[in-house]
């Protein structure tokens, strides 16, 4: 008797992804399995894009089908790799079974994959089973392992060189090209050639404005024609690219001794009954004082440490009040007013602008989303096999991050980095602010309804990072308490899923360097807590990074908005600043070239960027999660709707956490 089998395989449609060598597949079944057979191909089957259906006769029924072996066979000389999606296999008897791959093949050794339904591994009950995902993890393990970037600061992947990364790490040819092209010829792309050896200091404002005028976007026009305003300076620590310094302010720290009976606005409300109706917020960039600073050019930069207190006013916009560019109080560390000299008041914005931008890049940048979007992907590849849900929820939340901090220690913070040698902590400081950063880290911090409470900010009005951050943060709650409450039918279970706990053990050692007081957990106990820290995953990996990264060309384009560097030291006294003061203070020439290239760079869209709403790879296979992804692509579609009605109403929109806007990982 001779029964047929249906076998459809799908490459992915990248570059690339095709081969034209010979592929190999045996089909293995809970009662024996086929032959390894060629499957003979037409002539486009497996290139990129094809889909391709062949018959696999078997002399006996196989049972229910466990997994598939595949092996690519080619020419010894050349070495064609490929990347096959899926392959579904049809039994005799109809059952449609699907086997995800998604992964690069290289080599002609044979690959195992399994059938799609997720299983935890204490419901293995199969032996061959038990010993393919043993062995898959062993693979893993040996494949991704940990390194020690700085001492301080979360582990990253061992890598020497970019082609020492897993092939499905790594760019597919043509971003790679794309994105070493513009590192190259970001400077000649922008016509910026000419001004990057230049070392001279600013000499007007519209020697300025015209090195702006290389790229212009909407809103970094708008920054240009109102960065001197307060109502725009005020915006920005809600709704900038970091708003994450700003918290209400109940009582005036008593470093920062602003008179109680000051008043201000057009109603001559005093600060203490503002205080007590909750209407006045603080920055404090304590974290800064004391940050070594770095030396460009010859010269020796600076840095603020400022205190800034802000009034939410009766037209509900954020207006500063009040800046302390020192942490200690004193005579040669005046507070600086909005009544002040014109040149005294901007000066001291600028200031916090430049500290703002500083700690911006590498704490709520850097560290707390590229780095434990790093420590998160290398755990999970370690720790859970393909066919575990948390792997399967998470996964497109890795695509390309190893790749791009390999590509950022290399070109941005090494010592020749673009970060290391045009920024005011460039240098030892960076390691100084990394380390500083490090020990704040929190989970509640990383946790936005946690993090928005603990400030005081729920009911800020015109706040739209909050607003579309916690509905984002609700949309994916939702969906991952629905997707893992599917698996996980108690707490019991979580608690005996040994690989989700070795999961989060790595990260808790790895990434948190073994902090208890972060809160990090250590073990899971409940579903609840996983729910919780998984939401947190896919929502620092995507969303938060989409804030704090999408809009640095849009702000810090028009440099005066964020300087990376000031050149002269923090005002000691008032009256002495004027335009020509206010100018050599700003970054010099080369300095301000060297860093509008860099954040055009990283504010870019590349062409095969994914977005929250895409589930291009198709990890789950059983009806309900399947259902529930097109629930949740659902829900994204329709908050990305509510967020352009309702930016069609505001001056200034705010885009940066539009789903349809965000990239599924960190990814740039």
């Not at 606005?265 to 006045?280: A, D, F, P, V, Y």
């Not at 929109?653 to 539009?658: C, E, G, N, Q, R």
């Amino acid at each position: 008797m001779t029964l047929e089998y249906q076998v459809t395989v799908s490459t992915e449609d990248v570059a690339f992804a095709g081969t034209i060598d010979d592929v190999y597949i045996t089909l293995v079944g809970q009662d024996g399995s086929s032959k390894h057979v060629k499957l003979d191909k037409s002539k486009f089957a497996f290139h990129k894009g094809d889909v391709s259906t062949f018959t696999v006769t078997c002399s006996e029924d196989l049972g229910q089908l466990l997994e598939i072996h595949l092996e690519k066979q080619g020419g010894i000389i050349i070495k064609d790799s490929w990347l096959p999606a899926k392959v579904e296999v049809e039994s005799p008897d109809g059952k449609v079974y699907s086997f995800p791959i998604y992964h690069w093949l290289t080599d002609s050794k044979k690959h195992f994959f399994r059938e799609g339904a997720a299983v935890l591994d204490f419901q293995e009950t199969n032996p061959q089973m038990i010993k393919t995902r043993k062995k898959e993890l062993k693979n893993k393990k040996n494949l991704y392992r940990w390194a020690v970037y700085k001492e301080g600061t979360p582990l990253c992947m061992e890598a020497d060189t970019l082609k020492s990364l897993p092939p499905d790490d790594r760019y597919p040819f043509t971003r790679e090209l794309e994105f070493g092209f513009t590192a190259v010829a970001a400077l000649a792309k922008l016509g910026l050639e000419a001004w990057s050896h230049c070392i001279d200091k600013w000499n007007s404002m519209s020697d300025i404005e015209k090195l702006f005028e290389c790229h212009v976007t909407s809103m970094s026009d708008y920054a240009m024609k109102h960065w001197r305003e307060d109502a725009f300076f005020g915006y920005q620590f809600l709704n900038g690219v970091n708003p994450m310094m700003i918290q209400r302010c109940k009582t005036l720290p008593s470093k920062f001794p602003v008179p109680s009976n000051m008043t201000f606005s057009k109603s001559q409300l005093t600060l203490r009954t503002e205080m007590m109706k909750g209407n006045i917020f603080l920055c404090d960039y304590n974290i800064l004082d004391g940050v070594e600073t770095n030396t460009i050019n010859g010269r020796k930069q600076f840095l603020a440490a400022p205190l800034v207190l802000l009034h939410k006013n009766e037209d509900d916009e954020m207006m500063p009040i009040a800046i302390q560019l020192k942490q200690k109080p004193g005579k040669d560390n005046p507070i600086f007013f909005p009544t002040d000299s014109e040149y005294d008041w901007l000066l001291a914005k600028t200031y916090v602008k430049s500290a703002d931008s500083n700690l911006h890049e590498l704490n709520f940048h850097l560290l707390r989303t590229h780095l434990l979007a790093e420590v998160f992907a290398v755990s999970l590849q370690r720790n859970l096999p393909r066919v575990h849900p948390v792997y399967k929820l998470l996964i497109r939340h890795t695509r390309y991050t190893l790749q791009i901090n390999f590509l950022a220690r290399k070109s941005l913070i090494s010592e020749s980095g673009t970060i290391t040698r045009y920024t005011a902590s460039g240098g030892k400081g960076m390691l100084t602010l990394l380390d500083r950063s490090v020990s704040s880290l929190t989970y509640r911090s990383l946790c936005i309804p946690d993090d928005i409470a603990d400030r005081g900010l729920e009911d800020v009005p015109n706040f739209y990072y909050r607003d579309d951050g916690l509905k984002l943060w609700n949309i994916m709650h939702r969906f991952v308490h629905d997707i893992l409450s599917f698996y996980y039918k108690n707490d019991g279970m979580v608690q005996n899923d040994a690989e989700l706990q070795n999961w989060i053990q790595e990260i808790f050692e790895n990434g948190f360097l073994r902090r208890s007081e972060t809160g990090i957990p250590q073990k899971f106990t409940t579903v609840a807590e996983l729910v919780k820290f998984v939401t947190m995953v896919m929502f620092t990996c995507s969303a938060q990074h989409a804030a704090v990264n999408t809009g640095q060309y849009d702000l810090y384009g028009w440099m005066p908005n964020g300087p990376s560097t000031m050149q002269e030291p923090p005002p000691t006294q008032k009256g002495k600043a004027d335009e020509a003061r206010f100018l050599s203070t700003l970054p010099d020439v080369q300095t301000t070239v060297h860093i509008l290239a860099t954040i055009w760079l990283l504010s870019m869209q590349s062409s095969d960027a994914r977005y929250l709403h895409e589930f291009v790879e198709e990890h789950f296979t059983e009806d309900f999660p399947k259902y529930k992804v097109t629930m949740f692509q659902g829900d994204l579609i329709k908050l990305s709707e509510d967020i352009k009605s309702r930016n069609e109403n505001l001056r200034l929109p705010y885009t940066f956490l539009d789903p349809k806007l965000v990239e599924n990982s960190v990814a740039i």
